[in-house]
């Protein structure tokens, strides 16, 4: 069973930087998809950005330029560093991992979730 474990939350001032990281175990597959994605209260789950094994990326619309998604050299972690941060980004955010779904428009698609971390950004 694959397991993501998420870390690096906070509470930040706008303007201020976050790195998020998931820490996955046994993710065996030779070839997979690893996202984050984020929910604010009352608002539906959206992608914010994916990355293939290979190292291929996508962004959200509203988060590119501002924020880079890359993995650690073992493959087995992914960050995401958050930059110029704004309450609008204030959000549980989650890392998502499968082996063949990697669209940021399906997270009903991806098989491995991780609990959660929370981001705060106040004005």
């Known amino acids: 069973q694959v397991q993501l474990m998420e870390s690096g939350g906070g509470s930040v001032q706008a303007g201020g930087s976050l790195r998020l990281s998931c820490e996955a175990s046994?993710?065996?597959?030779?070839?997979?998809?690893m996202a984050w994605f984020r929910q604010a209260p009352g608002k539906e789950r959206e992608g914010v950005a994916n990355?293939?094994?290979?190292?291929?990326?996508t962004y959200a619309d509203s988060v590119k330029g501002r924020f880079t998604i890359s993995q650690g050299n073992a493959g087995n972690t992914v960050y995401l560093q958050m930059n110029s941060l704004q309450p609008e980004d204030t959000a549980m955010y989650y890392c998502?991992?499968?082996?063949?779904?990697?669209?940021?428009?399906?997270?009903?698609?991806?098989?491995?979730w991780g609990q959660g971390t929370q981001v705060t950004v106040s004005s």
């Open positions: 990355i293939h094994s290979s190292g291929s990326t």
């Open positions: 998502a991992a499968d082996r063949w779904v990697g669209s940021l428009d399906n997270p009903t698609g991806f098989r491995h």
């Open positions: 046994r993710l065996y597959y030779s070839a997979y998809y």
